[in-house]
């Protein structure tokens, strides 16, 4: 089997040409240890690209234990970057994830922009003070730091917390990723953002979906679209219309995606 690991801005990922179908998704034992960082290649997930009729390709994710999940938007970025590696596509896509059909385009420096779901208004989280919920393909808590609280986001426990919250019995039995973010003296500076992110069952260097939710949020915190986002792995941005009842639209998280190298098992 052939395999080929990808990253955009830290969140890695071992990808898979299965347009001939050889690959058995059922295979959670397999898929785990292809993306354990001892004894396999090493990723936060496994992506297969696949052939779907009317689309130029499907996206089919896994976390790093093995099991189906939701949308992974550096994932999408990284699968449309496979997809023109391997000559399926040119600049511009239209592909199937598992929320949906997904618009995308490759600029000429690398960048890979993805067009998200449309999403609804953040909503107050079960869990903790001034928190917020909002779900991008992908359910994000987001928790903001106290400009004034102690430890800042550098020092902040965001395995503990996030690990807290994302078992925390208001999210039974789905569970869900958890952002921690600092906001910054200047909205229209980059946002820092920490993920502990739910199937990796820790922190990851970024998140697609997560630094989408944490963009939509931030809107209601002085942030203007397009919104600087940096997580640590790199910088991603967001850019959304508002509607009037609070929902967006046109929502686009543009940043890096590269190819690391292949291999063969
Ligand atoms: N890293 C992803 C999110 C992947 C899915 C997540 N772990 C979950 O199970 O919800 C991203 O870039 O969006």
């Given at each position: 089997m052939q395999f080929h690991k990808y990253q955009g801005?830290?969140?890695?990922?071992?990808?898979?040409?299965?347009?001939?179908r050889g690959f058995d998704e059922?295979?959670?034992?397999?898929?785990?240890?292809?993306?354990d960082r001892r004894f396999g290649i090493g990723a936060d997930g496994l992506i297969?690209?696949?052939?779907?009729?009317?689309?130029?390709?499907?996206?089919?994710?896994?976390?790093?234990?093995?099991r189906p999940s939701s949308m992974c938007g550096n994932g999408g970025r990284c699968t449309v970057a496979f997809a023109k590696y391997l000559g399926l596509i040119g600049d511009q896509t239209r592909f199937l994830a598992i929320?949906?059909?997904?618009?995308a385009r490759v600029e000429p420096d690398g960048t890979v922009r993805l067009k998200m779901i449309d999403v609804n208004a953040p909503i107050e989280a079960e869990v903790g003070e001034e928190d917020v919920f909002l779900h991008t393909g992908s359910p994000h808590h987001i928790h903001f730091l106290d400009p004034a609280e102690s430890p800042s986001l550098?020092?902040?426990d965001v395995y503990g917390t996030g690990h807290d919250i994302r078992y925390d019995q208001a999210y039974d039995p789905a569970g869900t990723n958890v952002n921690f973010v600092e906001i910054p003296a200047d909205p229209a500076h980059a946002w820092p953002v920490r993920t502990y992110e739910r199937g990796v069952e820790n922190e990851t260097l970024s998140c697609g979906t997560g630094v989408t939710a944490v963009?939509?949020?931030?809107s209601q915190r002085g942030a203007v679209s397009p919104v600087r986002l940096q997580t640590m792995g790199g910088e991603l941005q967001v850019s959304f219309d508002q509607?009037?009842?609070?929902?967006f639209t046109n929502v686009w998280l543009s940043g890096p995606a590269t190819r690391v190298?292949?291999?063969?098992?």
């Open positions: 801005t830290g969140n890695d990922f071992v990808m898979i040409d299965d347009r001939a059922t295979d959670q034992p397999l898929i785990a240890r292809l993306c297969l690209l696949r052939n779907k009729p009317d689309f130029d390709f499907e996206m089919v994710y896994f976390n790093a234990d093995g929320d949906g059909p997904h618009d550098a020092e902040f963009a939509l949020a931030a509607q009037a009842d609070g929902s190298f292949g291999g063969e098992l």
